[in-house]
């Protein structure tokens, strides 16, 4: 287990572990395709550290809270609380380079789930609002530390519930901790023989509670399924007592309420563990690319292989413009040889899809790969060093997000999901708002594109975005999300795997209704009944009239 005192180092959570800081630094060559793709200038931008405001955080409520979990276990210093502010939004990162943040009043971290209960037990009794932090990779304000109506706020840091509670290999269940943190979890699965095959892009830092609290969907969820799927029981700390649910693997005995606390992103209760499916960790595996020409073919073969039986455990299409990146970022100068390669076996747009089969022999994963293959075609293989490409780099990404954004540039994704006859016209929608709201003159925004999980009946699209910042960065990204939130409603979920938080919370009601709205404000007054858990997260009101 990881001391105490280095999960509550501001800067655990806030820099990338050694081991990556080569995927963090940019190509040579980077640069100058960026200052030409996108008109991007020579800046530098210096991390200027915001302002901590004293603590507010009243001194009986402090003792109160010290008792329950220890005196050293009750942070107020200035830099252990910068390090709970906020998730790794955009314009999270922008706010910790000097910007306007929002600061909780302590960090205050429990051993277990029952001093989990008693510290929100003692909040109610002192009227201090309480924000769950498990990993701190929320790119949506789902753990900024909003007070609400309160005096005081606490982020709820959850890293000292990192235990394997047990394994039950019988069933193939096991109880995990909600701070375990993704590699710790399979590492303590893997001697057991399991994995949970829970893999997003934010698995080197994102936390078991985590996953449970934002319906998380991982990149092998083709073959494991998305998280609540997972999810065979909740242990659950409310202030209105701990809440245990999960009996058996299906049951009629009415609405599965387990699932209305997967996905409830703290408001509703603190997970403070899960039991969860596991599987054997498979003996082989095998990561391929295949390039198609344009969009529609890319389409087509995923959505064959979502409806007609495809057996892979990844299945992943970038567009014409992520494919793009990815070959002239990552392959440097390879991408003349292979754009020459592409043209002469007839493809003029390219757009790669990266395969992954896993089995429990090398006769399973061959059965498994022939079985996807058969139902494709009109594809160029790149074989498998496209695909272990793309596999040893897919946590890079948000290692990469602080080098370009000293170089000047604003990197931000967004994510949405819809049924396949609706998917071309909501990519297009998103895209042109994009461009619209981004592009300026001497600024010419990427927006990029790629399915992330496909299923028989729809798929979930996943953007990045690419431009220059602006002077004011802020108002630059607010405006353009808004745009594609606009474009999206309507056409489909404002989140996939993201979750609400605050960014989303505005467009719940066109999704759900209003009177889904007003279910889960009955739930969350009935489990909450004086709002001290995640304040202006999930459940906020309606969306005021246009």
């Not at 890293?159 to 909600?178: E, G, T, Y």
């Not at 220059?468 to 808004?482: E, F, G, H």
Request: with cysteine; glycine share 10%; charged share 25%.
């Amino acid at each position: 287990m990881t001391p105490v005192a280095d999960h509550l180092d501001p800067y655990a959570r806030a820099t990338w572990t050694p081991a990556g800081a080569a995927d963090a630094r940019l190509p040579a060559h980077a640069a100058g395709w960026l200052r030409e793709r996108i008109g991007l200038r020579d800046v530098r931008t210096p991390v200027v550290h915001p302002d901590v405001p004293e603590s507010a955080l009243p001194g009986d409520a402090r003792a109160a809270l010290a008792a329950i979990v220890g005196d050293e276990h009750v942070r107020t210093d200035a830099r252990t609380r910068l390090g709970r502010s906020g998730g790794l939004s955009y314009l999270d990162l922008v706010a910790h380079r000097g910007g306007q943040i929002d600061v909780p009043d302590a960090v205050v971290a429990p051993a277990d789930p029952d001093a989990v209960q008693r510290v929100i037990e003692s909040c109610v009794e002192h009227d201090i609002a309480v924000v769950p932090f498990g990993g701190g990779t929320s790119v949506v304000g789902g753990v900024k530390a909003l007070r609400g109506d309160k005096a005081a706020v606490i982020a709820l840091d959850l890293a000292r519930l990192d235990r394997l509670v047990s394994v039950d290999p019988v069933s193939r269940i096991a109880v995990l901790q909600a701070g375990v943190v993704a590699p710790d979890a399979e590492r303590m699965l893997a001697a057991h023989g399991y994995t949970l095959g829970h893999f997003p892009q934010s698995f080197e830092r994102a936390t078991v509670g985590g996953f449970a609290a934002t319906r998380s969907s991982g990149q092998a969820s083709a073959g494991y399924g998305r998280f609540e799927a997972m999810v065979e029981g909740v242990r659950v700390a409310t202030p209105r007592g701990e809440w245990r649910l999960g009996v058996a693997p299906a049951s009629a005995a009415g609405p599965d309420l387990k699932q209305l606390v997967v996905g409830s992103e703290g408001a509703f209760g603190v997970i403070t563990e899960v039991a969860l499916r596991v599987r054997p960790i498979p003996e082989v595996q095998r990561y391929e690319g295949l390039v198609f020409d344009g969009w529609a073919a890319g389409v087509a073969a995923v959505r064959a292989l979502a409806q007609d039986g495809g057996r892979c455990s990844v299945v992943r299409l970038s567009d014409p413009q992520e494919t793009e990146v990815g070959f002239t970022l990552k392959g440097g100068w390879k991408i003349t040889a292979l754009r020459r390669y592409l043209r002469a076996r007839g493809v003029v747009e390219p757009c790669l899809l990266v395969l992954g089969w896993e089995g429990r022999d090398k006769a399973d994963l061959a059965a498994r790969r022939r079985a996807t293959l058969r139902l494709l075609s009109g594809y160029v293989s790149l074989g498998t060093a496209a695909g272990e490409a793309w596999r040893h780099g897919r946590f890079a990404g948000p290692r990469q997000r602080d080098a370009l954004m000293d170089a000047g540039v604003c990197v931000e994704t967004l994510e949405t999901a819809t049924h396949w006859s609706r998917l071309d016209a909501l990519r297009a929608a998103v895209r042109t708002a994009l461009l619209d709201s981004l592009t300026t003159a001497g600024r010419r925004p990427i927006v990029a594109c790629h399915i992330s999980h496909s299923y028989e009946t729809g798929a979930s699209l996943y953007f990045t975005v690419l431009v220059p910042r602006s002077d004011d960065p802020v108002a630059q990204w607010t405006d353009a999300k808004r745009a594609a939130c606009e474009a999206i409603t309507g056409l489909g979920t404002i989140s996939h795997h993201h979750a609400v938080g605050v960014d989303h919370a505005p467009y719940l009601a066109e999704e759900i209704g209003g009177l889904g709205v007003d279910v889960l404000a009955s739930v969350k007054r009935e489990l909450d009944p004086t709002g001290v858990l995640n304040p202006g997260k999930l459940v906020v009101g309606r969306r005021p009239a246009r």
